[in-house]
């Protein structure tokens, strides 16, 4: 969606509240020997306190509140019996809405302490979600933000996921501009004022591409290797972006 009124960015801020408390809870809430679907269960009592709707249930009917994705799941992976145990690395993905308005939001947790390697990967995979969110701005391409992701990816030596891309959001879960690549492209799309889109690059080792595993719904790395991503919900400004999916 574009904002075009005041009205509209709180309400986005408000639903990219929740969201972004939601998943900092359930971060907070993990422990060694619960399962993926009672951290859900936590997930789920805090939307139902806001009152709202969890989006991948709602719109695409997710077997889950939010994605729980562990070690080798890269992402939307289903909560259910898989136990977490210290040295995980764990992604949490929510995505809500209400009254009218979506946001959606995402982290790679380290569950304890894991290995350097992996500590330093989701340390460079929050910078470069930073990176390309710094790119969100009036009047830039959509290739900037995966552009600039993929000079620093480069840099340091990793690889990108090259078909999970950002999306457009605001009404919808989904919506126009459908596919923002995060990797780098010769997308000749602009960002214009107003716009709402998340920015999501997932930074891995040496993975390329994600395959769909026989659950329908879980995502692999392909060739197998860790992956880290970490999202937010931005809107586009002539200073730059506004981020909405903050805790507070």
């Not at 399962?35 to 709202?52: K, M, N, P, V």
């Not at 979600?129 to 340091?156: D, P």
């Not at 690059?201 to 591409?209: A, C, H, K, R, V």
Request: hydrophobic residues 40%; aromatic residues 6%; contains cysteine.
């Amino acid at each position: 969606m574009t904002i075009t009124h005041q009205d509209e960015l709180d309400a986005l801020k408000a639903i990219g509240r929740i969201v972004a408390n939601t998943m900092h809870a359930m971060a907070k809430a993990m422990e060694p020997g619960m399962t993926t679907q009672e951290l859900d269960d936590i997930g789920r009592s805090l939307l139902d306190q806001a009152e709202a709707t969890s989006a991948p249930e709602a719109t695409y009917n997710f077997p889950g509140t939010t994605c729980i994705s562990v070690n080798e799941e890269i992402a939307h992976g289903i909560p259910g019996p898989r136990i977490l145990a210290a040295g995980d690395l764990v992604n949490i993905d929510v995505s809500a809405s209400k009254n009218g308005f979506f946001a959606d939001t995402g982290a790679t947790f380290r569950h304890g302490q894991v290995k350097p390697l992996l500590d330093q990967l989701c340390r460079d995979g929050k910078r470069a979600m930073q990176i390309g969110i710094a790119e969100v701005s009036h009047g830039k391409s959509l290739a900037g933000i995966g552009n600039a992701v993929g000079r620093f990816a480069n840099q340091r030596g990793y690889s990108l996921i090259r078909n999970l891309a950002s999306h457009g959001i605001g009404r919808a879960l989904h919506e126009y501009p459908e596919e923002i690549p995060t990797w780098p492209s010769r997308d000749k799309r602009r960002i214009h004022r107003g716009l709402v889109l998340t920015v999501e690059p997932f930074l891995s080792t040496g993975g390329l591409w994600a395959n769909q595993g026989r659950d329908g719904w879980t995502l692999y790395s392909e060739p197998a290797a860790p992956v880290v991503q970490y999202e937010h919900t931005v809107v586009a400004t002539d200073k730059g972006p506004i981020i909405v999916t903050l805790p507070g």
